[in-house]
């Protein structure tokens, strides 16, 4: 079983910053790929950005990739996502996910199969 643990949300004001980790546990995978995710209130869950863990590909959202940024640290097995320029509309709890994936040259963008418990984003206008 893998764990995966989220935090750093929380509330900021429009056009502010937050950067949120995920920190995996158990039984990882170097083959895998890492994405985040988000749920608004009354929304679908949808696509943020992914990782690939051995190679670092990367894929965003298109409304998301010239704001937020997604790194990882295989040494402690931790994935971030820097979130800069905040929206209202942002808001949303922000999963992390990952999944098994051998093309570490590309990037999966469903198909996530471990899930964290979330972090809640809150930008304010």
């Known amino acids: 079983q893998v764990q995966l643990v989220e935090s750093g949300g929380g509330l900021v004001q429009a056009g502010g910053s937050l950067r949120l980790s995920c920190a995996a546990s158990?039984?990882?995978?170097?083959?895998?790929?890492m994405g985040w995710f988000r749920q608004a209130p009354g929304k679908e869950r949808e696509f943020v950005a992914a990782i690939t863990w051995s190679v670092g590909s990367t894929a965003y959202a298109d409304s998301m990739k010239s704001r937020f940024t997604i790194s990882r640290d295989n040494a402690k097995n931790t994935v971030n996502l820097q979130m800069n320029s905040l929206k209202p509309e942002d808001t949303a709890v922000y999963y992390c996910?990952?999944?098994?994936?051998?093309?570490?040259?590309?990037?999966?963008?469903?198909?996530?199969?471990?899930w964290g418990q979330g972090t809640q984003v809150t930008v304010s206008s």
């Open positions: 158990g039984r990882t995978f170097t083959r895998s790929a």
């Open positions: 996910a990952t999944r098994l994936w051998d093309f570490q040259g590309s990037v999966p963008l469903s198909g996530y199969g471990y």
